[in-house]
C-alpha cells in the first residue's frame, strides 16, 4: 500500500485544550462499530458512563450544549484522561487527518475545518510537494476499480498541480486554465477517449495554449457580465445547505450583507483593492486550490464527475476569498493571516463535515448556470 500526503504534514500538532474551535463541538462524532463494540464491554464506572453517554440508535456520542458528553471544562477529552488513547473511536483518533482509498493507494491528507492545519495549509509559502512512502499493509482486491481511469486522473492532476503552482502566471489565469482542462477531461472520459488525454493535457502546457488563455481571460475582464450578481447567485448555495454550526446562517448573512449592499461601483473599487493589497501578496488562493483538488479530484474515478470536482474546488476558493473580502471590508481595510485561516476553517466545518452539503455542493455546480465554465471565468478574471 502507498501512502501520499503533503510535505507539512508531519508538522501537525494538536493544540489541545489551547485551540480556539474544539472538533469536540458543534459536530456529531460517529463512532465506529469496533469501537461501539469496545465501549459496550467496558465495566466500572466509566464503563457506566460510556453506555450512557452514547445514542446508540445513531452511533454517536450524546451532546449537552452542542459539546460532546466528555470534553471537560478545560476543554480536553475524559476518554484521553480516565481510559486511555486507545479508547478513542476512529473519527476522534483520525481528526483532523483526511483518507482518499483508492485500490493501492492511501492519500492523506489535513482537514482545513481544524484551525491549527489551516495555518499549515494556508500557511505554506513554497508549492506544496506531496511525498509518498510504501508500507506493506494488506489490500482488498476490487475487480471493478478502473484503473485506467485513475492512471489518467492522477495525470491530470499532476498537471493541475504544475499549472497551479506556476507562479509566472497570475492567479486568474492558473484558475481559468485548470478549469478549462477539467472540463476537457470529463469531454475525453465521457466518449471513452482516454487515450486522447495525454493530448489534451500536451496542449495546455503548450505555449500557444498559454496565448490562448491570455486573450480569453482579457475577453472575460472586459465583459459586460456583472460579477457582483454572479457572486450573489453563487452564495446562494448557503441556503441550499444543511446547518452544522447554528452561528453560521447569522454569520454569511452578515458578510452578504456587506458585499452586495453596497453599489456596483463600490463593489468593484473594493475588489480590485482587496485584490491588489490582500491576495495578490499572498498565495492563499493557490493553497485552497491545491488543497481541494488533492482531497477531491481523483474521486472521480468513482463517479465519473470530473468537471464537477474542479468546479467544487474553484468555488470553494471563490467563497471563501469572497467571505474574506467581506471581513477585510468589515475590518476597515485590513484582514490578517489568523482571520482568512479562521474564515476557510468555518467554510470547510460547514461544507466537508456533512455528507449532505457536500453532495448539496456538487450537484448545484452541475446545474445551476452560475456555475457554469463561461460564467466563472467572468468571475475569476473580470475587473484587472
Aim: net charge negative.
Amino acid at each position: 500500500m502507498r501512502y501520499t500526503a503533503p510535505h507539512y504534514y508531519c508538522k501537525f500538532q494538536c493544540t489541545a485544550s489551547d485551540c480556539p474551535d474544539t472538533c469536540c463541538a458543534g459536530w456529531k462524532i460517529v463512532i465506529d462499530k469496533k469501537t461501539l463494540k469496545k465501549y459496550k464491554n467496558m465495566e466500572g464506572a466509566f464503563g457506566n458512563r460510556l453506555y450512557n453517554s452514547i445514542d446508540w440508535e445513531e452511533e454517536t456520542f450524546l451532546q449537552y450544549n452542542g459539546r460532546c458528553a466528555f470534553l471537560n471544562e478545560e476543554n480536553l477529552c475524559d476518554i484521553y484522561t480516565e481510559a486511555g488513547e486507545n479508547m478513542f473511536c476512529k473519527t476522534c483518533r483520525l481528526y483532523p487527518r483526511h483518507i482518499e482509498e483508492f485500490q493501492g493507494e492511501r492519500e492523506i491528507s489535513l482537514s482545513l475545518s481544524c484551525i491549527e492545519a489551516g495555518k499549515l495549509i494556508l500557511g505554506c509559502k513554497e508549492p506544496v510537494k506531496f511525498v509518498s512512502i510504501e508500507k506493506n499493509v494488506p489490500e482488498r482486491e476490487d475487480e471493478t476499480f478502473d484503473f485506467l481511469l485513475y492512471g489518467k486522473l492522477i495525470d491530470t492532476r499532476e498537471a493541475i498541480f504544475q499549472i497551479l503552482q506556476n507562479r509566472k502566471m497570475p492567479i486568474k489565469l492558473r484558475l481559468s486554465m485548470v478549469l478549462a482542462l477539467a472540463h476537457d477531461m470529463e469531454i475525453k472520459v465521457q466518449k471513452q477517449q482516454l487515450f486522447q488525454v495525454d493530448d489534451v493535457l500536451q496542449r495546455y502546457t503548450d505555449v500557444q495554449t498559454l496565448e490562448k488563455f491570455e486573450k480569453k481571460v482579457q475577453q472575460c475582464s472586459s465583459c459586460d457580465e456583472n460579477r457582483k450578481h454572479a457572486m450573489q447567485e453563487i452564495f446562494g448555495v448557503f441556503e441550499k445547505f444543511e446547518v452544522l454550526d447554528s452561528t453560521w446562517p447569522s454569520y454569511v448573512q452578515e458578510l452578504q450583507k456587506i458585499l452586495f449592499e453596497q453599489s456596483e461601483e463600490e463593489y468593484t473599487k473594493n475588489r480590485k483593492r482587496f485584490l491588489q493589497e490582500v491576495l495578490e501578496k499572498e498565495v492563499w488562493s493557490e493553497q485552497l486550490m491545491i488543497y481541494f483538488v488533492f482531497t477531491y479530484f481523483c474521486g472521480s474515478v468513482y463517479d465519473g464527475k470530473i468537471y464537477a470536482k474542479m468546479q467544487f474546488a474553484l468555488v470553494s476558493t471563490l467563497l471563501i476569498e469572497e467571505l474574506a473580502m467581506a471581513v477585510w471590508k468589515q475590518n476597515r481595510f485590513k484582514l490578517s493571516f489568523l482571520e482568512f485561516v479562521d474564515i476557510a476553517h468555518k467554510y470547510s466545518r460547514e461544507l466537508e463535515h456533512s455528507d449532505i452539503n457536500l453532495n448539496c455542493l456538487e450537484e448545484l455546480v452541475g446545474e445551476k448556470d452560475c456555475f457554469g465554465l463561461r460564467n466563472l471565468l467572468v468571475v475569476i478574471n473580470e475587473m484587472e
